[in-house]
């Protein structure tokens, strides 16, 4: 019978490494819950890939965050698939970049909801394109509005397809928008544009507003319309701004937007769109711009 599980946790915290890596696999697996709750990251760091996968369970759960994180990329990835599934929701905010980097893709995509709710922003933006992409389509579907908010725009533009078109925009911050390729925007789906909020509208790039598609342009609701800024209609094709509903698009923008009107924008709408435009609007419309939806009315 091994004396390992009467040996006190202040005694077995005070090991040295060299020490605790001496104990043979059937000692380290015949640790109790509360001697491994007090190990610290170098006397885990100094076992061997062995003595870790002879860990139950309810060892590894009992190891602490301060330990978790100190844990090295070896010992993470000695680890099994079982070991790590059942990580705790405090260990797994725990991992630091690296760690989380040394989960293998199968380990990431068995994360629970539980446990991928648990990461962090700051864990979130940390993590490599690849390692985000190894992530399953529900786990980028569940991020919270606070994981969501912790994506650079490095990793939002390169996100896969799959990945991106499951991400709730409706999550991210106006400043995230802002740096979205036009190749991004252009990938996001009806839905995802749909969702956007007026503000994240208003910080799409002139080029993003212009690779929406006419049906995108279209479907706009009076709130998304009203966040457009001057620049973005100044610097919208004549194909985009022809395209606003003249029910939500045109009568939603603010007279802050029209000022960015042009003349050729007015002469390539219907009678109808013409007519769209409110009192309000009219008077911030510069001369050339009011002459030109005159002639179109008429």
Known sequence: MSVIPFISAVKIAGLSTTTFNSLQTTSIAALATTQMAVLTAAQVNALTSTDLQYLVVTQVQALSSTTMSGLIEAQIQAFTDTQISELTATQVSALNATEIGALSSAEL???STTQAGALTATQISTLSTTVLNNLTTTQVAALTTTQAQG?????????SIANLNVLDTAKLLPVQIVGLSTTTVTNLTSTQIGALSPAEFGALTVAGVNSLTTDEIAALTTAQAGGLTSAQIGGMTTTNFSALSSTSGIPGLSTDAIAGLTTEEINNLTTTQGNAFLSSQIAVM????????????A
């Open 109 to 111: 995509q068995n994360l």
């Open 151 to 159: 994506l650079y725009w490095s990793q939002l533009n390169n996100l």
């Open 286 to 297: 510069s001369l050339d711009v009011a002459d030109a939806l005159a002639a179109l009315i």
